[in-house]
Structures are given as structure tokens and as C-alpha cells.
């Protein structure tokens, strides 16, 4: 069974054509019955007539003057009339137009199922129609401009163009209803990867340019519900850091050295908490105000691709090694299988922070035997930290890349707010790509990242 076209254009497109077909195939066939039919009448009528008139002037005179006769009907009448001979070289009728087939066939029914046609006798090009006399078979041929009528290759010459201005019609009235559902698709994609897209044109037909309304509408809305979430976020911070540094003050001051321990330890876990909530809804922004600590090199490659979105020419291998440097530390034994691969168009801080996010969680919950590995694949970049930790379950692994979602079952001892996947996930959106959570060979979790590189702009 044959796939349906998926695309809105390519469907409506074959619809209109399908519309076009079977209306050009119902005017064909009246055009068969209603002029057709009459010309090979009237072809055929002609035919027989000559032959008849033919037979009966032949028959009629003198035996002296029949050379007379013929070579009056061949001068007036464009006649001529031979006796047939067994040597004759005969070229058959052709097949189009189709109203000789139909012509040759009535008149066969008026002169005789012996009768024959020929377009050519002896090299001479006419409609030669054969009849008896006695047992004598003769040949007139008659003038092929008077049973020659244009018409029906002028109707088909010109049916094919109007059937291939039909077609472009057809294609330019789907593109004109498919054009805008696809440019709002591409907007609701950049949606869904936490990009605003361009406003969309509002006009054109009255329903497109109603919901081309309503989703700007709902673009406009949902910006202003972002800007308002990072506005309360930042007085949240400010609200809580300064509490958090008079605690940090206060611990400090403590003479209990196990109560001091104690209370540094909360406020900087409660600080780190603070700070990854704050970078999952702000993670834009702060990519934005970061972006003056890149190296010299990479400021001079930042290319532009939308306003307030800014991607670097970057070396994601020297990102990896360098991400990992802090924590070689940490970690019980840190392994990097990095392949050379090509420099790909990234925000390197949020890819920074994005792999941060993987390795702090492999420290923590994965026993701190982690392997990070660089591999190019087809039109892709995968980034893979694995570790030998109690791994995440399948069912659960879709909900674990969910903000605030900690799973207590799977990975023992967890302390943060539940955002770290959540920052990957929505980074790998940013970019475009993919993040998957799978099995590691012989127990543990791989945490997969995977980047595309054959765009130039990784949130076009």
C-alpha cells in the first residue's frame, strides 16, 4: 500500500490535479460523442458518395468515352480513378486522428466489409478507397484536404496548454493555503525550543490571517509571561541571597565548629539550588551577559543568527576537556575518549554548562567512574558521559528530564532541585539537537547529547 503525501501542498496540489484530470477526461469524451461522431459521419458520407458517383459515371458510359469521363472527374472533381493491380504498394491508414478509424468503419458498413483504405498508392499520397465492379477492383482517390479537418490536433495542442496552465494554477493555489500553515508550523517549533519567533504576516485569506493573529497574539503573551518570570526570579534571588549571606555570617561566627560545619554546608547547598533555578529560566539571558567572557578568538567568530541570540564557531572537543578539568577532582577515576571533530556553531557557555549538569550528576549519583566520549555521526556530533551509578529506569528516564522531577528510587542520596536534565534537555532544544538517557554496558547510565552540524545557525 502506497504512502499518502504528508505535506498539506503536495495533497491539495494532487487533489486540484485529480479535479483537473477528470474534467479534462469528461470534456474529451463529449467532445468524442457530440463532435466526433458527426465529422466521421459526414467523412464517411462523403466517402461513400464519391464511390457511388464514381461506380455509376463508370458504369454508365460509353465504352469510348470513359477516358474522357475519368479525366473530367479527375480535373474537376480531383478524382482519380485506376484499376487496382496486384503489384500496387499499399501504405495503410494512420491511427490518428481517430476520426478515420470511426469514418472507415461506417462507411465499410455502406460499400462492403471488402472495401480498403489506403493514405498511399504507388508513392502517391491521397485517400485511396477501393470498390468493385463486377469482379474488377478499382481505386479513386480522393484530395486528403477534403476529409482533413485540424481541428482536433488545434484542440489538442491547445488542450495541453490550457491543461499545463491548469496545473500551474493548481500548484500555486495549494502553495498559496500551504505557504502560511507551514511558515506557523516553523514558528511553533521555535516555540517549543524556547525561541520567539518573527511575527507572522498577518493577511491573506480571512481564517489564515485569523489564526496567523491569534498566535501572535499568543507569542507576544507568552514573551511577556517569560520577561515577567525572569523579573520575579531575580527579586527571588536577591531575596534570598542576602538572608543566605547573613547565615553564612552567622555560621561563621559560631563557636560550635560542628554546628558552623553544619549551617556553611546547608546555605551553600540552598545557594546551589538558587543558582540552577535560576539558570534554567534564565538560560538565555544569561548566555547573553556571559558572552564578554569568551577568548578573544571566539568573540571575533560570534555570528548573529536572531536578535539576542548570539552562537560561536566553537571547538567542542577543547570545551569537553576544559569542562572536564574541574572535575578531574571530584570523580574517582575520569576517562575522555574525545574524537577530533568539527567546529560547530554553538552557545558554548550553555553547552558548558549543559555538560556540567552531566558530570556533577555522574560525581554524585553515578559512583564517580565516568567516561566521557566525542563521536561524529552522520550530520551529528554525540556527547556521551556514562557512569556505573544504579542508572535511571526506562519508563522513568522521560519523566526525569522534566523540571523539578527527582527520582529517589533510582539514584540514591539526591540533594538538587531537579533541574539538572532539564537544563540539558532544553539546551539540546536550544541548539536544535537531541538529549537521550540510555543503558550503560555491564550497569550504569549514558547520558547522550546529541548536536547537528550541518546548520549554521544551531536555533534556525
Known sequence: MRAVPRTLLV????????????????????FRYAVQEPRAQQMAQLVVSAVNLTRAAVLSSAPEWRGALLAELRDVEGLRVQMADAADVLEPMPDHPPELRLMMDKARDRLGEETRFASG????????????????????????????HPLSEVLLVWGSVVLLLALLGAYFIARQVARPLDKLAQAAQQIG????PQPLPEHGAREIAAVSRAFNRMSADLAANERERALVLAGISHDLRTPLARMRLAAELSADEALRDGLAADVEQMDAVIQQFLDYARLDENERSEVSSLRPNERSEVSSLRPNEIAVSTDVQLLVQEAAQQ??????????????????FVKPLLLRRALANLLDNATKYGGGEITIQLRQAENAIMLSVADRGAGIPAGQREAAKRPFVRLESARSNTTGSGLGLAIVERVARLHGGEFYLEDREDG??????VLPTGLKSPLG
Open 327 to 344: 572535575f578531574t577532582a571530584q570523580a574517582k577515576s575520569l576517562v575522555l575518549d574525545l574524537q577530533q571533530v568539527p567546529r560547530i
Open 11 to 30: 495533497r491539495a496540489f494532487l487533489l486540484i490535479v485529480v479535479l483537473i484530470v477528470l474534467s479534462l477526461a469528461t470534456s474529451v469524451a463529449i
Open 121 to 148: 498508392r504507388n508513392g502517391e499520397e491521397a485517400l485511396w478507397v477501393s470498390f468493385y465492379i463486377g469482379r474488377d477492383e478499382f481505386w479513386v482517390a480522393l484530395p486528403r484536404e477534403r476529409i482533413e
Open 444 to 449: 550504569g547510565l549514558v547520558a547522550r547529547l
Open 193 to 196: 525550543r524556547g525561541v520567539m
